[in-house]
């Protein structure tokens, strides 16, 4: 029996480290983070997140909707973002209450670490601006961090 993650609160400094690559299996860690995401309520959380620094997030960016789609991210990169960017409300587990509007781009392209290889995914919606809110934690920025746009 393993005890649930608990959710790190800012101002903990270890959601201001810039995370190190992941090295082993990181599998239990991936479940256990979805588990903790689902029960936040949420729709992403990034290792920082739960005391880990390291480079990992996990998102379901439609289980709200009725629609589950669970998706573990190891070590990954930005690998393009659109030009076109778009403004929305987020919020995040680690600031509880707070949410923040926040420009990003509306489409992005993230490679990441598979069995075998490196694999790559194209996101664009919810699913974007949810990815690159938690590649800012990999780096140790919150949305605190980002201007308000006008
Ligand atoms: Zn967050």
Redesign the pocket.
């Known amino acids: 029996m393993t005890r649930p993650l608990a959710i790190r609160v800012h101002p903990d400094p270890v959601l201001r480290q810039a995370c190190g690559p992941v090295t082993g299996d990181v599998t239990g860690l991936a479940r256990a983070m979805l588990d903790a995401m689902y029960a936040a309520p949420g729709r ?1 959380l ?1 290792a920082p ?1 739960v005391g880990e620094a390291i480079r990992l997030f996990v998102m379901d960016a439609h289980w709200k909707d009725g629609v589950p789609d669970p998706r573990v991210f190891v070590n990954p990169a930005i690998a393009w973002t659109s030009p076109d960017t778009g403004v929305a409300e ?1 919020a ?4 509880p209450d707070t949410p923040r509007r926040i420009r990003r781009p509306v489409a992005c392209r993230l490679t990441f670490d598979r069995p075998g290889g490196r694999a790559e995914v194209t996101l664009d919606g919810i699913a974007a601006r949810c990815a690159l ?2 590649m ?2 990999l780096d140790g920025v ?2 605190l961090d980002h201007e308000v746009p006008a």
């Open positions: 992403g990034a997140q987020e995040c587990l680690s600031i809110h938690e800012d934690h919150l949305i």
